[in-house]
């Protein structure tokens, strides 16, 4: 049974297996997870919340990480960010999302945008911004099956790549 929620005190293991199977993969960053591994999971979980609340965001805007359940097991998130910064209308956007590699391609990447695209109309929001890299056909596709229209493709300075911004009306 999938379900979406935040991250809860009982789901250490289920969040530990999720985040390797990122590093089984080869892959060290994980898009939209902005835990830190010097963290404890508790302190993981707290931060998270504090941030969805709008606390101790530091750089940050407020943002809610959510998670895709299917069972007990992790199989995807989204960090919504409840506004934009400057830097956020460049790269990153409302709404970045992963899904774990064993679980890719199964429809599970267009969940996480649907639900989050519910989320920003919780928060009154008329559209949303999403951004990915124009290399990573899948992510453009879910995102165009939600509704995106491409605005551009520009070079992010700071991090010396390519994004591709797209704008889903809610």
Not at 72 to 91: A, K, M, S, W
Not at 110 to 121: I, N, Q, Y
Not at 129 to 141: E, M
Request: charged share 20%.
């Amino acid at each position: 049974m999938l379900r979406f929620g935040p991250l809860t005190l009982s789901e250490e293991p289920a969040l530990t297996t999720y985040l390797r199977g990122f590093a089984d993969a080869g892959e060290g960053e994980i898009p939209a997870y902005f835990g830190k591994p010097e963290w404890s999971f508790e302190q993981t979980v707290a931060t998270l919340a504090a941030w969805a609340r709008g606390e101790e965001l530091g750089d940050f805007v407020a943002n809610t990480t959510v998670f895709l359940r299917d069972g007990d097991v992790l199989v995807g998130h989204y960090n919504f960010r409840h506004e934009l910064t400057p830097r956020l209308e460049q790269h990153g956007g409302h709404i970045g999302y992963s899904v774990g590699p064993p679980f890719r391609r199964r429809g599970f990447g267009s969940r996480l945008l649907a639900h989050g695209m519910d989320f920003g109309r919780q928060l009154g929001l008329p559209r949303i911004l999403v951004t990915c890299s124009p290399d990573n056909p899948g992510s453009i596709g879910v995102i165009r099956n939600q509704g995106g229209v491409l605005q551009d493709t520009i070079f992010f300075e700071p991090l010396e790549c390519q994004v591709s911004r797209f704008w889903v009306e809610l």
